[in-house]
């Protein structure tokens, strides 16, 4: 038993340390990646390290962070989540409508309720259609990829339902029904930086401490990593679930809430194809996709090399085409070094 | 070491014979100067605990690994094998422990995949199923085969496994433990058809845990320990002793019932709990009842599909009972969920450790605190301090070997990892355990330390229930034995029970 024991952590112990750099590179890979992305177009391109940018730039990140927060518990859960995407853009358009006013028809009313209620209205109906893809994972056992597959699209098909295919402009509400207030949370800042980006700080710090230090965070590990196992533990297997899924529909309303700000309008169609930015980040910050492993420092990092990436190509003048070439690429590579660095360990057994 | 034949003293008989076969891993050395002969037309049984190299020594012989020094030796002339394949090719086939069978394929592609019968049109389907009707008639299995294999229980898997060896005429069979989900007349079976194979001049390699089981077929056993052959001898010449003392070292001792205390009052007591097959058929556990009093410990024996898996997953609130009751220290827990059972102090320690026990992608620590998490949260957020002290004191409690709580848990031996799951259980304070085969798997060391541990904290009252399929360790530290056949109590006895009277009233014909 010892005996078995011992060369096995020596000799891992000893491969660690001759690949010791490597290794460097490997776990704080999506860290380089992103210090070399800056370094790379910072010298191509004069505009790419201003302040201006680094402004568009945050404030895109703050979107896709937002919602790969909600994708990296759903992903540590075992599971995926495609409709964030749609929920985004259906929590923008309830936005649009509520600040446009709420007629009651046979009151002959129109209700113009305030910033905050719209907020947490909004969040409500993340939470809403995020638990719908909870209890149809957990309780009904449609597969996760199934399940917010047909979410995604009634979640769009309601959005596109609401506004007849068209776009809610001018958010900014008006003085006299003291509901002005809507473009704080996408064009303010505090200290000079934007308030999406403080938001966005503010959750990942929020999950952050969640996933290391809260029972529910240990419960969403072990929940990922063996189901089985965590339900013989003792763990809430299906509370956990429906949460993480909940937590996502929160999280994609948010962000739903931040673009609409940002652009003060908001359209069915927003948040398109969102959902697979937010799966690459998440798998870009070192994710497995089999559940049990991530972390939101990772993730975070994943977000800032596709935001970062996207935008140095667009500046130094890279066709679009070429721009999606790359993006797919390194989501590519971040998988391969997923494998190079889990695969040891599955290999053992 | 004067058990050890002269290698190569009697070269007439020997089909393939490994000399001198050394293999590392980087700086591990998992095999040490190793000879090893097969000879032709019997059984040569290798025994050896988990991590003596039994399973590396049977991958050089069937070409999967290559030896880092040392020569293989086939008809007295030395050969490599450059694969798999190539040793298959010459004759060479492996029954490997874990299944390697594709479930959703039918049993008979599943036995002619990847050299299916070419016909005029295609697959010549008639042809293979002919085949495989004729295996299954060999092995006396009713097995179709157009059955999905996933179809199929554990043990008619395994026999699918081994007619897909059979199925290749080949001159050494390896059997990497054949009869882990077996019944007693499967084993029966297969007894009967590696000694017609031996007849036909077969000869056979045979691994097994169960070391009863693998004296009755062996001609010659071979010992290996700690990568190197300790023993070697045939058949006439050796017993279970001599198997194990060469195993472990030294006589081994599975433990004594604990004694000199009374026994509290009842703490789990099951009255009339019926827990029905969802695939029909018979219940899988029949109106049982059963009381264990604080600090007594009971074994519960029986043999595969007994139903001791399905009265413990039930008692511990994994499956549900279709009547009955199940009674804690004086409340009915029947209605609550597993988290609540193990709060009110019920934990189970499931009877497959990687698929029920443990989370791969965690630590040592944090899966031994895994069902612990409430005692060490203050509030929202975890305590490292208290955590640590949690894991710390039960990794010296139950002497889990490992170089710390942050030690991956593949790191650690079968044995350890099973001292992870009891320790994870431990860690909640329980009234009463239940352990489904808690010996599964590990070798007689750890299994006399697992007993060990359990029988003192059985004296400091605690209720331990566990179940076995090796009669050996019903006469371990049981205070009562109880027999299971068929969803029901067959028999009940003392510590003073002898095994054949245990195997009996399992049904279990004695295999000559």
Redesign the interface.
């Known amino acids: 038993?010892?005996?078995?024991?011992a060369?096995?952590?020596?000799?891992?112990a000893?491969?660690a340390g001759g690949l010791g750099i490597g290794r460097l590179l490997l776990e704080g890979r999506a860290f380089f990646a992103l210090i070399a992305i800056i370094a790379v177009f910072s010298v191509l391109s004069p505009n790419y390290f201003t302040l201006a940018n680094f402004l568009i730039m945050s404030s895109q990140v703050a979107v896709y962070g937002i919602l790969a927060i909600g994708m990296l518990l759903v992903i540590l859960n075992g599971g995926i989540d495609l409709s964030v995407g749609s929920i985004l853009a259906l929590s923008g358009v309830i936005a649009g409508a509520l600040m446009q006013g709420v007629e009651i028809a046979p009151l002959g009313v129109i209700l113009y309720p305030p910033v905050w209620a719209v907020v947490v209205l909004t969040c409500a109906l993340g939470a809403l259609v995020g638990s719908v893809n909870g209890v149809l994972v957990a309780i009904f056992r449609v597969p996760a990829f199934v399940a917010t597959l047909g979410v995604m699209y009634v979640a769009r098909g309601i959005a596109l339902l609401l506004t007849n295919g068209l776009t809610y402009n001018n958010l900014s509400g008006r003085p006299e029904l003291g509901n002005t207030g809507f473009d704080w949370l996408g064009f303010n800042r505090l200290g000079g930086i934007p308030i999406s980006v403080l938001v966005l700080a503010t959750l990942a710090v929020l999950t952050g401490?969640m996933l290391s230090?809260?029972?529910f965070g240990?419960?969403l590990?072990?929940s990922?990593?063996?189901e089985?196992?965590?339900?013989?533990?003792?763990?809430?297997v299906k509370r956990v679930q429906i949460t993480v899924y909940t937590l996502s529909g929160i999280l994609s309303a948010i962000a739903g809430l931040v673009l609409a700000s940002q652009l003060t309008s908001a359209g069915p169609t927003a948040g398109m194809t969102y959902e697979l930015t937010a799966i690459a980040a998440v798998v870009i910050g070192g994710a497995?996709l089999t559940?049990?492993?991530g972390t939101v420092r990772g993730t975070m990092l994943g977000a800032f090399v596709i935001v970062f990436l996207a935008n140095g190509l667009v500046i130094i003048g890279v066709s679009a085409y070429w721009q999606t070439v790359f993006t797919g690429a390194v989501i590519v590579l971040a998988v391969l070094m997923n494998s190079i660095r889990y695969g040891g360990?599955i290999r053992?057994? | 070491m004067n058990d050890v034949t002269q290698p190569g003293s009697d070269p007439r008989g020997v089909l393939l014979a490994a000399r001198n076969v050394s293999k590392s891993?980087?700086?591990?050395?998992a095999l040490r100067g190793v000879n090893f002969d097969i000879h032709r037309g019997q059984v040569t049984t290798l025994f050896g605990e988990?991590?003596a190299g039994k399973s590396t020594l049977m991958k050089i012989l069937s070409g999967v690994v290559q030896p880092t020094s040392g020569e293989i030796i086939l008809d007295g002339q030395p050969v490599t094998f450059a694969s798999a394949t190539d040793a298959r090719d010459r004759g060479i086939s492996i029954i490997h422990q874990e299944l390697s069978l594709a479930p959703n394929l039918s049993v008979r592609d599943n036995i002619f995949m990847g050299r299916e019968i070419s016909g005029p049109t295609g697959v010549d389907f008639a042809e293979e199923e002919r085949q495989v009707r004729k295996l299954m008639a060999d092995l006396e299995e009713d097995i179709s085969p157009q059955t999905p294999v996933d179809e199929l229980r554990l043990g008619q898997q395994q026999i699918v496994e081994i007619a897909r060896a059979l199925s290749v005429d080949s001159r050494i069979l390896i059997m990497d433990e054949p009869t882990s989900a077996l019944s007693a007349t499967e084993v029966e079976v297969l007894f009967r058809v590696i000694r017609d194979l031996t007849a036909k001049g077969v000869s056979i390699v045979y691994i097994s845990h169960h070391l009863e089981e693998a004296l009755q077929i062996t001609d010659h056993a071979v010992v290996l320990r700690?990568g190197a052959m300790t023993a070697s001898a045939p058949r006439d010449r050796i017993d279970l002793n001599w198997i194990v003392r060469n195993m472990v070292g030294d006589n081994y001792d599975l433990g004594t019932p604990p004694l000199g205390y009374g026994f509290g009052d009842v703490a789990l007591s099951v009255r009339d709990l019926t827990v029905r097959d969802p695939a029909g058929g018979f219940n899988l556990v029949d109106r049982l009842s059963l009381d264990v009093r604080a600090g007594e410990v009971v074994c519960i024996y029986g043999l595969m599909g007994a139903g001791r898996t399905e009265l413990l997953e039930t008692v511990?609130g994994?499956m549900r009972a279709a009547s009955g009751q199940i009674v804690l220290e004086g409340h009915e827990v029947s209605h609550l969920?597993?988290?609540e059972?193990?709060?009110r102090g019920l934990a189970?320690v499931?009877e497959d450790r990687q698929?029920?026990?443990?989370?791969?992608?965690?630590s040592v620590g944090?899966n031994l605190?895994?069902?612990s998490?409430?005692s060490f949260?203050r509030g929202?957020?975890?305590s490292t301090r208290l955590e640590r002290q949690i894991v710390d004191s039960t990794i010296r409690k139950v002497t889990v070997?490992?170089?710390g709580g942050d030690?991956?848990i593949?790191?650690?031996?079968g044995?350890?990892q099973q001292k992870v799951v009891i320790g994870?259980?431990l860690a909640?304070n329980p009234r009463v355990i239940l352990l489904d085969e808690p010996s599964r798997g590990i070798?007689i060391?750890?299994k006399g330390e697992v007993f060990r541990l359990l029988a003192d904290r059985a004296r400091e009252g605690l209720a331990v229930v566990y179940s076995t399929s090796e009669v050996g360790e019903c006469l371990s530290i049981a205070h009562r034995i109880i027999v299971m056949h068929r969803g029901r109590i067959s028999a009940e006895f003392d510590s003073s029970v002898t095994k054949e009277q245990i195997m009996a009233a399992s049904g279990e014909a004695m295999v000559a």
């Open positions: 038993m010892s005996e078995t024991t060369p096995r952590t020596t000799a891992k000893e491969a401490l230090r809260s029972s240990r419960w590990y072990a990922g990593g063996n089985r196992a965590a339900d013989l533990s003792g763990v809430p497995a559940g049990g492993r360990s053992k057994r | 891993y980087g700086n591990v050395h988990n991590g700690d511990a994994r969920t597993i988290a059972r193990i709060a189970l499931p698929r029920d026990g443990l989370v791969q992608t965690m944090e605190s895994l069902a998490i409430r949260t929202l957020f975890t070997k490992t170089s030690a991956t593949g790191s650690l031996s044995g350890n994870k259980m909640t070798d060391g750890a």
